[in-house]
C-alpha cells in the first residue's frame, strides 16, 4: 500500500517562503503522476502542482506559476513544493498525492488523478 507523509507546514508572513516535503513508501511505481493540492477553509480542494514520473513534465495551477516549483528527490521517493512569495490566500491544508496523469484534449499534461492521498500539512500566511 502507498504511503505519502508530509512535512514542512508552517505559519509564515506574506512574502515568505516555504518548502514542504511529501516521503513516499509502498508500490508507488504503479503510478505515474505526485503533486500537491491544496484546501482553504470552506473551499474545495484544488491542484496546486503535479509532475510526470518518468519526463519530468510539470503543471502549475495559475494562482502559483512563477511562485512554486515542484520538484522530485534523487531516489523519486520524495517531491518537494519551493513556495515563494507567500500569500495571504495559499492559506490552507497541503496535501501530497499519487495516481494518473491527466491530459487536456490539446495533450497539455494537466496534472494528476489522484490514487492515493497524505495526511496533509498545514500552511498559514498572515497579511
Known amino acids: 500500500q502507498v504511503q505519502l507523509v508530509e512535512s514542512g507546514g508552517d505559519s509564515v508572513q506574506a512574502g515568505g517562503s516555504l518548502r514542504l516535503s511529501c516521503a513516499a513508501s509502498?508500490?508507488?511505481?504503479?503510478?505515474?503522476?505526485m503533486g500537491w493540492f491544496r484546501q482553504a477553509p470552506g473551499k474545495e480542494r484544488e491542484g496546486v502542482a503535479a509532475?510526470?514520473?518518468?519526463?519530468?513534465?510539470?503543471y502549475y495551477a495559475a494562482a502559483v506559476k512563477g511562485r512554486f516549483t515542484i520538484s522530485q528527490g534523487g531516489a523519486k521517493n520524495t517531491l518537494y513544493l519551493q513556495m515563494n512569495s507567500l500569500k495571504p490566500e495559499d492559506t490552507g491544508m497541503y496535501y501530497c498525492?499519487?495516481?494518473?496523469?491527466?491530459?487536456?484534449?490539446?495533450?497539455?499534461?494537466?496534472?494528476?488523478?489522484?490514487?492515493?492521498w497524505g495526511q496533509g500539512a498545514q500552511v498559514t500566511v498572515s497579511s
Open positions: 498525492a499519487a495516481g494518473a496523469r491527466r491530459y487536456g484534449p490539446d495533450l497539455v499534461f494537466r496534472g494528476c488523478a489522484p490514487e492515493y
Open positions: 509502498g508500490p508507488i511505481a504503479g503510478s505515474n503522476c
Open positions: 509532475i510526470a514520473i518518468g519526463d519530468s513534465g510539470t
